[in-house]
């Protein structure tokens, strides 16, 4: 166990002051936007994270607003709160959980024993291996922010996650699966016959299958889940906190919603449908890491190519 540090327990690393920081209450200016986290360190970089209403929880749980699936982060880490005060921002309070290995403000530990800490537009805060900078943001500020993370996360044609997105969403909860043997699947698609949409009917017609694609997907999956475009026609869907049965269960439902509605239309207008095959698999104990549960997707993929397409593969082999 740890020894119990003081007040504000000097971090190794202290981050340096942040210009035009503000008052807590200070009306200049921040009374006309809200609140919102900024991840600095940790992925997505960028990442806005608005502080509304019931506040923002953190930890290595699922249910929290923000979860950071580490081993140095708790179950229950801390949660942030905001406490209104007429027509001025209100303001926020961050409070430590209980942590085991603490919560962090411009490089000072804070104690869950001293009750909650007023936080300042410009504050770092640090979580395990992540930090958050605090903002009250406009709306000229909130879109840049998002459009700098857009352009970093999101595949700019179909508005899922990119690969480099989706692979960093894998490894994050394989890791969490590991280490805490918690269910995760996988789902990896491919659309059948992708090259023949764009010989036959055009690279226009191509998009719209995919645009169309992202559409189905993105409906039939919870907001824990991720999508991302890992190639040119295949998708990667991570679920956390499921299990095989389910998984498969999510991916008949997209191979029955695809057939039920054209994904395109030639260039007289007459619209055509397009298949898929999908690759599920589940985290097993023989799984190192994202990379060999991906190849196992990927064997169960190519089975379901060639058994006839249009079909769902499940590998449930360690």
Request: hydrophobic share 40%.
């Amino acid at each position: 166990m740890p020894t119990q540090p003081s007040l504000y327990e000097d971090f190794a690393e202290s981050d340096p002051p942040t210009l035009y920081g503000s008052a807590l209450g200070d009306a200049s200016g921040l009374d006309l936007g809200e609140w919102a986290l900024i991840r600095y360190v940790g992925n997505p970089i960028g990442e806005v994270l608005p502080v509304r209403g019931c506040g923002v929880s953190m930890g290595r749980a699922t249910e929290n607003t923000v979860c950071l699936p580490e081993a140095e982060v708790s179950r229950r880490h801390a949660k942030l709160d905001l406490v209104p005060q007429g027509v001025l921002a209100p303001i926020v309070l961050l409070s430590d959980l209980g942590s085991t290995n603490g919560t962090y403000v411009n490089g000072r530990r804070i104690l869950p024993r001293n009750g909650p800490v007023s936080l300042q537009h410009g504050d770092v805060l640090r979580v395990g291996a992540h930090a958050f900078k605090l903002k009250h943001l406009d709306e000229v500020e909130r879109h840049y922010h998002e459009a700098v993370l857009a352009q970093t996360t999101v595949d700019s044609l179909t508005g899922l996650g990119n690969r480099a997105s989706v692979l960093g969403f894998l490894e994050k909860h394989a890791d969490l699966a590991r280490r805490h043997k918690r269910p995760l699947a996988l789902i990896l698609c491919d659309l059948d016959h992708f090259k023949a949409v764009n010989d036959l009917h055009g690279h226009a017609a191509g998009d719209k299958v995919l645009q169309g694609f992202a559409q189905v997907v993105t409906g039939r999956l919870r907001a824990s889940d991720h999508v991302g475009r890992i190639g040119g026609e295949e998708f990667l869907v991570v679920l956390p906190e499921t299990e095989g049965p389910e998984a498969r269960a999510v991916a008949e439902g997209l191979r029955a919603s695809l057939n039920e509605a054209p994904l395109g239309a030639d260039t007289s207008g007459v619209p055509f449908r397009v298949t898929c095959c999908f690759g599920v698999v589940r985290y097993q104990d023989g799984d190192a890491d994202g990379g060999s549960l991906l190849a196992r997707a990927d064997v169960a993929l190519y089975r379901a190519k060639a058994l006839g397409r249009d079909r769902v593969e499940y590998d449930g082999a360690p």
